[in-house]
């Protein structure tokens, strides 16, 4: 970067205000204009240009002639030197003590500079006619130089406007800032320094990325619109007065070449292969990062990912470009510092390469008098780094808040590369003090960087111990070059491109932004991020467009400092490849580099580029050289990813991302992401270990002791899960590459209950633990004192009694002192779960609980489900009802109406199996049931579990581990209340397992082993995936995998086998006997199944109020089920709190689920085994191949979709059920065979019938008597009562009646 004041003939009176001149980027190219910049301009609009300069520094009275134009050009040259070291020693002062009487000052001195220019650029109009007849070329070149005005062309007033125009652009651009999403504080709103810099250069997150993006171009581009076209027409019309078609060709006349602009478009040319060659790279790279999404393969690249807030240069991402990230990646920054390095030894070292090249050493005012740290004082300075020529030959500075890096040396090296160039040409006249052509100043600045990067010239130095050269090590190298220097070459092409279609007319004011994109699409390959209109000004985003600074400087300078390069490395006598040429200590360079330096501007640059460089044309030969390497390879690499060179797909656009702008202040570091997620996995299995180890003491040994600690470790398992939570939820995972980072904080992120404050998260805890303590601990009492608690006692009579006053004592009973006495603490639950649900991000508590199966159409393909089966379970229903009404009879049974709930065997009919011995199809015929051979044979509780263990390993799968032995709950312990529900327990520590269960020796309890069994099993085989992942691939497939081992188990084949079953009937009697009585279990599950959270989401989503609990439960279980209730229920009842599930806040739908799946991983299974026959017929024992195939689903865990777990056992992704009408095939057949014979209705039409009311407790025999009106009487008087009771009241309302009736006539 130089600081420079462009004299008369180089850009005129409209940028006299020195500026620091940069293309943008790193190494100090990042053009950051001085923060006065718009007062100043804005001041000078308004003060006009009226300035008391001195007359002394006012031209004189000169012949016309070419000796009268010597003299001018002599005068001119000695005065400019005081107005100008005036000027810029104000600006210096200021740029370094931002105060503002500094600012004042430097305003002075530029309003004097502004008349000194146009006083002597008039005064050198006088010369035009006489001009062409001089001799001297030179003298000629100079009067050209100072006689341009530019805008001071302009008449007073427009001159006014312009200034202010620019004034009003560079105040827009300067003040321009992006604001947090929902922040109003512009206090804590970006700048584009540093913070949105800093944030397009290290952040990775798409949202974030695009948000920074977005708001700069919106913030500084849109406001410009308005004065941009009235901008070029003032310029236009100034440069018009100077002699120019427009501003354009004004500005390519400074490099003094007809043919400059078709020189470039060649020079374009020959560089596009190797651009093609590293955005195809680049492209494939981020695709691989940010997925096919956002990149397309063939198409150009969303242009905020590339690091810099212009996609100018890519270096900033090359930690995700690394060719070989084994190979060193060069950065002495630690060494710098490790040395003691500061900033005054980083410019004695520069200077240290410049004097050993035999240039100009630092003359003692530069170390005097620049500013080369930050000031410790509290001053406030203009940081951005910059070289200064004062214009008295002697006093050079430069200005920049170094600090210790390998970045910064390189910058230190440049700008002190401009001011050996300064020093070079410091005694030609001061309009031929600049560089050769714009180009050239920033071209020498750059070409000595190239040899202080190279590691052989770092290794020289001392900052690099080992200097390693190998292949990959260079590959590494040239591409971050690459990433700078060829990535830049397409935009410092088309910046110009644009504006000079927009100075010359071809580009009209309608279709700025559109042929802006248009150019950066065709040049660069990238595109907007977003749909860009004309409302949209995306050009003026860059500072050099506000800013009035040409910019094909920068192109030229990129191609000459090559060349510069290979001449200096030819000279300095170096062999090799040029990418690793250092020219340090070699005088031959330094002598080349003096002599194309110290003539400045006052010899044409094509002069000067062949005495330099052997020839006078730009040419990229040499930049290809440096990259041949690097070009190799990449092409190597295209060709082996097939990858496209170009864009083929030039108009497509990324999609807008879901839920943008949201979440773009997240952190976006995959690394950060892996070492969090890896320390909660290891902190998580204490944490949960802990809780489970309470939850089971409690639930093994119902105390109040045991419910406290409990609840302790539940509450330390929500900070737990709270803190953690909320830290995941800090990341943005949507562009991480792992899959599984990006699932576990999914997954973590939803907290659950932990959301809620923590007053709330104990009064939860304590809500459900009541509501389970309730339902443990109630007991249904009979008169005589006698108790029954659920299990073993009232699931025993329900299953095994046929007395309808008895079932109907047990199912009233229990509904009474469960249900009932937990319907206000349910009320409490579903506020605070559906508090927890919304926190988490969902709209209620069913919301979350569907969620869990990763599917937008999950509601409609289970009703879809049910529909396919409803025919089969109405047979069943209808031939259920028949059997029935032959045991009850009319009174209890309607043939044409629902079933009375309490009759199917179970306490809540979700399973009929136990009724199996009234329907039997074929009583004479076989029917399977092990429970009369168990007992025979005296099995035990823990042999059941025994024989399941050995089932599983017959398969290859995991045996019990001994902790599952020694812990175990397999019988109701006596002497203590315990929760008799069966479960299956993961203590989290990869070798604790258990099951609790109040196990019965019968062959119902023996599948339900197997199915428990399963859980372990499952358990087992994931138990090595982090703790995120160790759970079923759906709720629902935990479920199953321990029932389709059960439909194996429960096989007439199977029980055979374990010596249960004595011979097995091969007739289709025993088949529709053995079909039914899994019907009984499966089919008659299906609606229970599937309603418990119908009615549970309508519950949490409002559609069913509190007031309403029970009536729709009932009429849910009506629709779905064909029950109805023995008694009548209202709403002082609480029917659902009966079912552990309810008060347990466990999902439900997960058994339909798992009802569905298992039938289709048992035809997967089947086939895997080699079963030929009938599907319900088959049995996986002892099948390895059956084994290996539901095992490797189960490693899986919930690490991957359900689905694609569901592929690996069955082929296809989606729930059917197909495989369970196939199982059931003929059954379903005999069933409407049955149907149709019997003419039975299919449903319950009479869907209002109830059941006559039958007493709730069985008479007791010592005392037939009941109490009626406080008296003990016989039944029969309590009858006779009651009707004398009833007349009595008849007669009493008639009379009223007739006194009403007279009473009325009266009046």
């Not at 002075?108 to 008349?115: I, V, Y």
């Not at 199912?811 to 409490?828: D, I, P, Q, V």
Request: glycine letters at 6%.
């Amino acid at each position: 970067m130089f600081y420079q004041q462009y004299k008369i003939g180089k850009t005129g009176l409209d940028i006299i205000v020195f500026i620091e001149a940069g293309a943008g980027g790193i190494a100090g190219r990042h053009h950051n204009m001085l923060t006065t910049m718009p007062l100043l301009l804005g001041l000078f609009s308004l003060l006009g240009t009226t300035c008391a300069l001195d007359n002394v520094f006012m031209p004189g009275n000169y012949p016309i002639d070419e000796t009268g134009a010597g003299m001018f050009v002599n005068d001119y040259n000695h005065t400019a030197e005081d107005i100008f070291f005036v000027s810029v020693s104000a600006s210096w002062n200021y740029n370094t003590n931002l105060t503002k009487y500094n600012q004042q000052k430097q305003i002075n001195a530029s309003l004097e500079e502004q008349e000194f220019v146009e006083a002597w650029a008039k005064k050198a109009k006088e010369f035009d006619a006489a001009k062409v007849n001089f001799t001297d070329k030179n003298l000629i070149n100079l009067l050209d130089q100072i006689r341009i005005l530019g805008s001071a062309n302009l008449p007073p007033d427009e001159r006014k406007q312009y200034n202010t125009i620019l004034s009003e652009m560079d105040n827009i651009y300067s003040t321009a800032k992006v604001c947090p999403h929902g922040e109003t504080d512009l206090n804590k709103c970006w700048s584009l320094e540093p913070e949105l810099t800093d944030k397009m250069a290290t952040s990775r997150s798409y949202k974030e990325l695009l948000y920074a993006w977005e708001g700069w171009h919106d913030s500084a581009g849109i406001p410009q619109k308005a004065y941009y076209k009235t901008f070029v027409e003032m310029s236009n019309n100034a440069s018009q007065m100077d002699g120019f078609a427009d501003t354009g060709e004004y500005w390519r006349s400074w490099y003094d070449s007809p043919t400059f602009a078709e020189d470039l478009e060649k020079i374009y040319n020959d560089l596009k292969p190797l651009y093609l060659n590293l955005h195809a790279f680049v492209r494939r790279k981020l695709y691989n990062r940010y997925g096919s999404k956002y990149i397309n393969l063939k198409g150009p690249i969303p242009a905020h990912l590339l690091g810099n807030m212009w996609a100018q240069q890519w270096n900033n991402i090359y930690d995700i470009m690394i060719p070989f990230p084994n190979k060193p990646n060069i950065d002495v920054t630690d060494m710098m510092k490790k040395k003691n390095w500061n900033a005054t030894h980083m410019f004695r070292v520069s200077e240290e390469f410049f004097t050993s090249l035999g240039l100009i050493e630092m003359p003692q005012e530069f170390w005097d008098h620049s500013m080369l740290e930050k000031p410790s004082d509290g001053r406030e300075v203009v940081c951005h780094a910059s070289a200064w020529d004062f214009y008295n030959r002697k006093d050079f500075r430069i200005k920049q808040c170094t600090t210790v890096t390998m970045e910064q040396l390189f910058t230190v090296h440049h700008e002190m590369g401009h001011v050996e160039y300064y020093l070079q040409y410091k005694d030609q006249p001061v309009t031929f003090r600049g560089g050769a052509n714009p180009g050239f100043h920033e071209a020498v600045g750059d070409v000595l960087a190239l040899s202080v990067a190279t590691p052989k010239h770092l290794n020289k130095i001392g900052l690099l111990e080992n200097l390693t050269t190998d292949k990959e090590t260079d590959i590494n190298y040239l591409l971050k070059m690459a990433l700078e220097k060829i990535a830049f070459l397409p935009f410092g092409y088309l910046i110009d491109q644009w504006r000079w279609g927009v100075f010359s007319g071809r580009i009209s004011p309608d279709h700025y932004n559109s042929e802006w994109w248009y150019l950066r699409t065709k040049y660069q390959g990238i595109c907007p991020p977003l749909p860009r209109s004309e409302a949209n000004f995306d050009p003026g985003a860059k500072y050099h467009i506000p800013g009035n600074t040409p910019y094909i400087r920068y192109f030229v300078s990129f191609i000459l400092q090559f060349q510069f390069h290979k001449a200096l490395c030819n000279a300095s006598g170096h062999t090799g490849p040029l990418h690793q040429c250092d020219i340090y200590k070699s005088h031959a360079a330094g002598q080349k580099l003096s002599n194309a330096l110290k003539d400045g501007s006052s010899v044409r640059w094509q002069d000067i580029l062949r005495d330099f460089t052997g020839t006078d044309k730009m040419d990229a030969s040499a930049l290809l050289e440096y990259f041949k390497p690097i070009t190799d390879w990449l092409t190597e690499q295209n060709t082996k990813n097939k990858d496209e060179l170009g864009w083929s797909d030039f108009e497509w656009r990324p999609p807008v991302p879901e839920g943008y702008p949201n979440d773009t202040d997240k952190n976006t570091d995959e690394n950060q992401a892996a070492t969090f997620v890896n320390e909660y996995n290891i902190v998580t299995e204490k944490v949960w270990y802990d809780y489970i180890e309470s939850s089971w003491t409690y639930n093994t040994n119902i105390t109040v002791h045991n419910n406290q600690i409990m609840l302790e470790k539940s509450l330390k398992m929500s900070n737990h899960a709270l803190k953690y939570g909320l830290k995941a939820r800090q990341f943005d995972y949507t562009d991480f590459q792992n899959p599984e980072t990006k699932r576990i904080l999914m997954k973590l992120g939803n907290i659950e209950r932990a959301a809620l404050p923590v007053e709330e998260v104990k009064e939860y805890d304590s809500v459900v633990s009541e509501m389970e303590t309730t339902y443990s601990v109630a007991k249904v009492c009979r008169g005589n004192g006698t108790c029954h608690p659920l299990d073993p006692d009232l699931t025993h009579i329900l299953a095994t009694s046929n007395d309808y006053d008895e079932l109907l004592f047990a199912w009233e009973g229990w509904r009474n002192a469960s249900g009932k006495n937990m319907r206000t603490n349910f009320k409490k639950y579903v506020q605070l779960s559906n508090k927890a649900a919304r926190l988490n991000g969902f709209q209620d508590t069913g919301a979350f609980w569907r969620s869990l199966y990763d599917s937008k159409t999950f509601e409609a393909d289970l009703e879809n489900i049910y529909n396919e089966l409803k025919p089969l379970y109405q047979n069943l229903h209808a031939y259920v009802r028949r059997a029935l009404f032959k045991k009850y009879g009319t009174k209890y049974i309607n043939l044409r109406g629902p079933i009375p709930a309490h009759l199917l065997g179970n306490m809540w009919a979700q399973s009929w199996i136990n009724i199996y011995k009234l329907l039997m199809p074929y009583p004479d015929a076989s029917h399977v049931d092990a429970t009369p051979e168990m007992i025979k044979q005296k099995w035990t509780p823990l042999k059941m579990f025994q024989e399941s263990d050995r089932f599983f390993q017959s398969l290859g799968l995991i045996p019990m581990p001994d902790e599952f032995w020694n812990k175990s709950m397999l019988e109701k312990p006596e002497n203590r209340d315990v929760v008799c529900h069966a479960s299956a327990w993961d203590f989290f520590n990869r070798k604790d397992f258990r099951i609790k269960q109040c196990t019965v020796v019968n062959m119902d309890d023996l599948v339900t082993v197997h199915h428990e069994m399963g859980h372990i099993q499952y358990f087992l085989q994931y138990k090595d995936l982090p703790v995120s992942f160790r759970d079923g691939a759906n709720p629902g497939f935990h479920e199953a995998i321990g029932d389709v081992m059960a439909l194996s188990v429960s096989t007439p084949k199977h029980l055979k086998t374990i010596g249960l079953l004595n011979e097995v009937m091969d007739n289709k009697e025993s088949d529709i006997n053995y079909l039914m009585s899994i019907a009984l279990d499966k089919i008659a599950f299906l609606p229970f199944g599937y309603l418990m959270d119908q009615w549970r989401w309508k519950v949490f989503d409002g559609r069913i109020p509190e007031s309403d609990y029970n009536r729709e439960w009932w009429n849910l279980r009506l629709k779905y089920q064909g029950l109805c209730p023995p008694v009548l229920r209202s709403e002082e009842d609480f029917d659902p709190g009966a079912k552990f599930h309810i008060p347990s806040s466990v999902p439900y739908v997960r058994y339909f689920v798992s009802f569905i799946v298992q039938f289709q991983f048992h035809e997967s299974l089947c086939k895997a085994a080699g079963h030929v026959g009938p599907l319900y017929k088959c049995d996986i024992h002892k099948s390895l191949a059956a084994g290996k195939l539901i095992g490797d689903a189960m490693k899986l865990g919930s690490s991957k979709p359900w689905y694609e777990a569901m592929r690996m056992i069955t082929g296809n992704t989606s729930m059917s059920a197909a495989p369970l009408l196939t199982y059931f095939e003929p059954l379903i057949t005999w069933l409407e065979e049955e149907n149709k014979k019997n003419g039975e209705t299919l449903g319950w039409p009479e869907y209002d019938w109830t059941p006559a009311f039958a007493s709730t407790e069985p008479s007791a025999p010592a005392d037939n008597n009941v109490s009626f009106l406080g008296l003990s009487l016989a039944p029969d008087q309590a009858k006779a009562g009651q009707w004398i009771l009833f007349v009595l009241a008849l007669g009493l309302a008639i009379a009223i009646i007739i006194v009403s009736v007279k009473m009325l006539k009266r009046k």
